[in-house]
């Protein structure tokens, strides 16, 4: 069971709701015999509050698990639930998005929280999931059973949301009874999913002949494609279901630049802009003046036409060219006089990793925690002063079970992903809440030191990020230290392939002087091996003696289709040995560092890709075998090797820990949390 205890992180914040601001309490109003707080008409967004007219909603999105959980077992609490709410109130939040119904608990404290704050309230934007499994096995939305499912979940959705459903337990699905009415702070639905470029282009050709969508509240223009039409019927469908609970709202669809409608001549991946959904071909009717918006999930550094369009490059905003905002000035362009725009998923994560780079230095990664909250506070001002209808940050928590390109062929197996959070994979450290994990054991000495060694001590914990390292000398050494992790060779008795010793796999090098270090991995295990070859030559520097830089693929080498540019493989140096304090409540915080000295005394935390585990909740290292390929083996142990510049390398003993199949973890909100507070103050101003 998870220990969830908040840190102080947010010593400062000044709540939001002190009862001398302008009051957001719902404004009900009557339109066309249906009741309605929210409408989106082509002039924007309204929110009727006792305030006034609000134009734009920011708000939060809300994952749908805890740390050793996947989504499907929905294992989030109903303290969970209030706490969190609580937190997003003292930080301003107006909105919260979800992805699909959650348990009963979370409307109950919803609407528990939203009673005791009247003037403050936290609105929900529903969303419904699609049954991804479904769509993408058959390739075709007009699937029967991707279709009858859909369409349950969607008025399952509307029953949940007003407190009339029921439902039996079912793996992957939230269940029990939803007896609680949130129907009066319900801002927006947003239905669907990122369309699958490959699925929704199959869905257009397998479907020629399928039939417009005169819906009553819903109608497909005469240009919608056939997926268009059957997002059409959707939307329809949920707008039925609502409208006979006597209330009406704005209804969207999400949606992602992968398909987008708008053209992007010099994007290198073809994928990502061979197809494209258009909101403006899924219009309501006059019976339906909830309206509809536009939804989309969009990210400062994906996909690669931010960094290659012309076009995108020229557009100046604040003082500076900003690809990103000249992509969000495309979108309103392009549905200007059509309905509003809100951007229901953006931000950057406070990954030690990173998967791409991103424009403005908003890369998917590499962000230490205060430096991602400052960026997802001024994509959030950017937004309201470019006129969108709303902003969404991703997300909430950090959520563990998540997974990228560039790390999830490292990671064996992947169904234990949950078990533990790698500070290689961005995906999992989206975060405004952090979730830090608790030891696995007591910290434990691993070797102790004969009269007249300069090596004393060492000792070592582990949790579910982390192995720990605190090692005492006699004497500092003067320049470097070296140490070496034993993976596969020395504990095991099998040495690195190719190789005929054992010797470390991995070297984590530390200049003591200049404070800086770097982790080296043996070429024949450097695990860029698995996302892409063969590797150019031109692309990294020659192997030393054996050893490379540990560096993940950020960006691979393409040819420009419209300007013809040769564009250059990239990479990242997630190997870069950052010296400082990573304790949250030091002033001088790094979330990024990784070692530090006291005295004769060095501190260091090894996170576990980096140590060449695909698995430590179950002993698996990684031994790398060409592209798309990998192998893992059971080790009992990692060796560990200590070296300093005057003398030899010292066995200093074995890191051992246990297997483990429940995690215990706190929760904190991050430093630099102030920044976004007050850029939720600064667009919820009247």
């Keep these: 069971m998870a220990l969830c205890a908040v840190a102080a992180a947010c010593t400062g914040c000044t709540p939001a709701a002190t009862g001398h601001g302008p009051s957001w309490t719902a404004s009900v109003r009557e339109l066309g015999g249906l009741r309605a707080i929210a409408t989106a008409a082509p002039d924007g967004y309204s929110l009727f509050t006792a305030h006034g007219t609000v134009h734009f909603l920011p708000g939060m999105d809300l994952g749908a698990t805890t740390p050793g959980h996947q989504p499907g077992e929905l294992a989030i609490t109903l303290g969970d639930y209030q706490r969190w709410l609580e937190e997003m109130g003292s930080l301003g939040v107006r909105a919260v998005r979800t992805y699909t119904i959650h348990p009963p608990a979370f409307y109950q404290a919803l609407a528990a929280y939203d009673t005791a704050h009247p003037a403050d309230p936290i609105y929900l934007v529903q969303g419904v999931y699609l049954p991804n499994d479904l769509y993408l096995s058959n390739q075709d939305l007009y699937d029967p059973a991707a279709t009858t499912t859909f369409r349950q979940e969607l008025s399952d959705a509307v029953a949940a949301v007003h407190g009339t459903l029921a439902r039996p337990p079912r793996p992957g699905f939230a269940s029990g009874r939803w007896n609680t009415d949130v129907s009066q702070w319900v801002a927006g639905w947003i239905i669907g999913v990122e369309w699958d470029p490959f699925a929704t282009a199959a869905t257009n050709r397998k479907n020629p002949h399928a039939p417009a969508v005169p819906g009553r509240y819903f109608h497909s223009t005469a240009d919608a494609s056939p997926a268009e039409r059957w997002i059409t019927a959707r939307m329809n ?19 992602w630049p992968t398909a987008d409608p708008l053209r992007h001549p010099n994007e290198p991946n073809p994928q990502e802009d061979m197809v494209g959904i258009d909101a403006a071909h899924v219009l309501p009717t006059r019976d339906w003046p909830g309206g509809t918006f536009a939804s989309f999930h969009v990210y400062p550094y994906y996909p690669d036409f931010l960094q290659y369009q012309p076009s995108l490059q020229r557009y100046v905003s604040n003082g500076r060219a900003d690809p990103y905002a000249a992509y969000l000035h495309d979108l309103l362009a392009h549905f200007k006089g059509t309905m509003p725009v809100m951007i229901t998923e953006f931000g950057v994560p406070s990954s030690l990793g990173s998967a791409h780079n991103g424009t403005l230095g908003r890369s998917q990664g590499g962000h230490p925690e205060q430096q991602a909250m400052a960026i997802d506070a001024k994509l959030l001002l950017l ?179 419209v300007t013809h ?122």
């Excluded at 469908?237 to 209330?247: N, Y």
């Excluded at 809440?433 to 102790?448: E, H």
């Excluded at 030559?537 to 950020?554: E, I, M, N, Q």
Aim: net charge negative.
């Design 237 to 255: 469908d949920i707008a039925t279901d609502i409208a006979a609970t006597g209330w009406t709202v704005p209804v969207a669809f999400a949606n």
């Design 383 to 561: 937004m309201s002063q470019l006129g969108m209808a709303g902003g969404l940050v991703f997300e909430w928590t950090d959520e563990w079970y998540k997974r990228t390109w560039n790390t999830q062929s490292h990671q064996d197996p992947a169904d234990r992903l949950q078990l533990w959070h790698d500070q290689f994979t961005n995906e999992q450290y989206f975060g405004v809440v952090a979730t830090d994990p608790l030891p696995l054991g007591p910290a434990a000495t691993i070797y102790q030191a004969t009269a007249g060694s300069d090596l004393r001590k060492v000792t070592s914990w582990q949790d579910a990020s982390w192995i720990h390292l605190s090692v005492s000398f006699a004497r500092l050494p003067r320049r470097g230290v070296t140490i070496g992790l034993d993976t596969i060779s020395s504990v095991t008795g099998s040495p690195p392939p190719g190789s005929t010793d054992h010797r470390a796999d991995q070297a984590l090098v530390l200049d003591l002087a200049r404070r800086t270090g770097q982790a080296w991995v043996r070429e024949r295990l450097d695990p860029d091996q698995i996302d892409y070859a063969p590797i150019p030559s031109s692309a990294r520097s020659a192997p030393r003696d054996g050893w490379r830089p540990l560096l993940l693929v950020t960006d691979r080498p393409w040819t420009l289709p």
């Design 565 to 686: 540019r040769s564009t250059s493989m990239q990479f990242y140096n997630v190997g870069l040995l950052r010296y400082g304090d990573w304790n949250p409540v030091a002033p001088d915080y790094n979330s990024m560092a990784l070692w530090q000295l006291r005295g004769a005394d060095l501190d260091i935390r090894i996170p576990w890709a980096m140590a060449g585990l695909s698995d430590p909740s179950s002993h698996q290292a990684l031994i790398p075998l060409g592209v798309s390929k990998e192998k893992s083996v059971t080790i009992g142990g990692i060796g560990l090797t200590i070296a300093d510049d005057d003398g030899p390398g010292v066995q200093a003993g074995t890191i051992r820990w246990p297997d483990w199949e429940t995690v215990r973890y706190t929760e904190r909100i991050k430093p630099g949390i102030s920044a976004l507070q007050e850029a939720f103050a600064t667009v919820s101003q009247p």
